[in-house]
C-alpha cells in the first residue's frame, strides 16, 4: 500500500474514531444534547466503545477470509484504543455526573447494580489491554503471551454487551443488533481456526 493511501486512510479512520466525541463537545456548546445530557453522553460513549471493540476484533476474520484485506491490521490497535478511551470517558460519565465522585454511591451502585458491576469488569478488562498495547510492551512480553492476553478483548466485549442489555429497559431491544455481530464474530474464530487446520493438513 503506497504511503500517501495509509496516510489518508489513518486520517479517515481518526476523524471517524473521533466522530462521536465531536457530535457531544458540539451538542454541549450548543445546548444541544436533549433533555437529559448525562443519559447522551452516557449512551454515546457506551455505543462508541462497543462498535469500535466490535469493529477491531472484526479485523482478524475478515483478514483470514479476504488475504487482499490484510492491510486492515494496521488499524486494529488504534481501534482498541479508541474503544478504551470511549470506555473511559463511560465510566467517567458516571463517576463524575451520576455519583459525584462520592465514593461510597459508586460502591453501592457497584455491589446492588449488576448492570454497574458489569461495565466496570468490562472496563478492568480493557485496562490492560490498553497498558500492553505499545511496542514495548509486546516485546517484554512475546507475542505468545501478548496474543493471549489480548484475547480478553472477546471477554470485554461481551461483559459490554451485557452490561448494554441489563442497562435497557425490559422489552427494548436496542442491543440487538450488537449482539448478533459479536456472536458472529465468536462463532467465526474457531470455525476459521478449523479450516486453517484442515488446510494445513490437506497440504501436509
Known amino acids: 500500500m503506497k504511503r500517501s493511501t495509509l496516510v489518508l486512510l489513518k486520517t479517515l479512520v481518526w476523524l471517524a474514531c473521533l466522530w462521536p ?12 444534547l436533549g433533555p437529559d445530557p448525562t443519559a447522551e453522553i452516557t449512551f454515546t460513549t457506551g ?3 462497543l462498535r469500535l471493540l466490535t469493529i477491531s476484533l472484526a479485523i482478524t476474520p475478515v483478514r483470514r477470509l479476504l488475504p487482499q ?6 488499524f486494529r490497535r488504534l481501534l482498541g484504543l479508541f474503544a478504551f478511551f470511549y470506555a473511559t470517558l463511560h465510566l467517567l460519565t458516571w463517576i463524575a455526573l451520576y455519583t459525584a465522585f462520592d465514593i461510597n454511591a459508586m460502591t453501592a451502585d457497584v455491589v446492588k447494580r449488576r448492570f454497574i458491576t458489569m461495565g466496570m469488569v468490562a472496563w478492568l478488562l480493557l485496562l490492560p489491554l490498553a497498558a500492553t498495547s505499545t511496542n514495548w ?3 517484554k512480553l512475546g507475542g505468545k503471551r501478548w496474543n493471549r492476553l489480548h ?21 427494548v431491544l436496542t442491543p440487538v443488533t450488537i449482539t448478533i455481530v459479536l456472536a458472529i464474530l465468536l462463532l467465526a ?14 497440504a501436509a
Not at 189 to 202: D, F, M, S
Open 21 to 32: 466525541l465531536a457530535r457531544l463537545v458540539w451538542g454541549a456548546a450548543t445546548n444541544n
Open 47 to 49: 455505543l462508541a466503545t
Open 69 to 74: 484485506l490484510s492491510w486492515l491490521i494496521r
Open 137 to 139: 510492551a509486546i516485546r
Open 151 to 171: 484475547k480478553l478483548a472477546y471477554l470485554a466485549a461481551v461483559c459490554g454487551v451485557v452490561h448494554y442489555w441489563w442497562q435497557v429497559k425490559p422489552g
Open 189 to 202: 474464530r474457531p470455525v476459521l481456526a478449523l479450516a486453517q487446520r484442515r488446510k494445513v493438513t490437506a
